[in-house]
Nanobody, 124 residues
Framework: EVQVVESGGGLVQAGGSLKLSCTVSGFTFDDYHIGWFRQAPGKEREGVSCINHRDRSTYYADSVEGRFTISSDNAANTVYLRMDSLIPEDTAVYYC?????????????????WGQGTQVSVSS
């Protein structure tokens, strides 16, 4: 059984930082993407960032480019999302998901396994 578990959310002031973790277990594919998505209150869920497990290529939404950094520890089956210079607009539930598809990383329907989400709140 594949399990995807996020952690690291919390409340932070604007300008602060948080580091989210996503640990995947029970997954046997060698080539896959792990993506971070977020959903703010009243808004649709959107792609934030993605990393390829095999070659560690990374992708970012324009809104977080230069502020967020995605990385992975393949030995620990864990992906991290370092979030710096946080702004109130980053407030959302952040989800981690796994995809074996080669379709564009932000296409949510291509992700087969999702975590339960972790809340990130940024105060002004």
């Amino acid at each position: 059984e594949v399990q995807v578990v996020e952690s690291g959310g919390g409340l932070v002031q604007a300008g602060g930082s948080l580091k989210l973790s996503c640990t995947v277990s029970g997954f046997t594919f060698d080539d896959y993407h792990i993506g971070w998505f977020r959903q703010a209150p009243g808004k649709e869920r959107e792609g934030v960032s993605c990393i390829n497990h095999r070659d560690r290529s990374t992708y970012y939404a324009d809104s977080v480019e230069g502020r967020f950094t995605i990385s992975s520890d393949n030995a620990a089956n864990t992906v991290y999302l370092r979030m710096d210079s946080l702004i109130p607009e980053d407030t959302a539930v952040y989800y981690c998901a796994v995809s074996t598809s080669n379709v564009a990383w932000y296409v949510q329907s291509e992700y087969d396994y999702w975590g339960q989400g972790t809340q990130v709140s940024v105060s002004s």
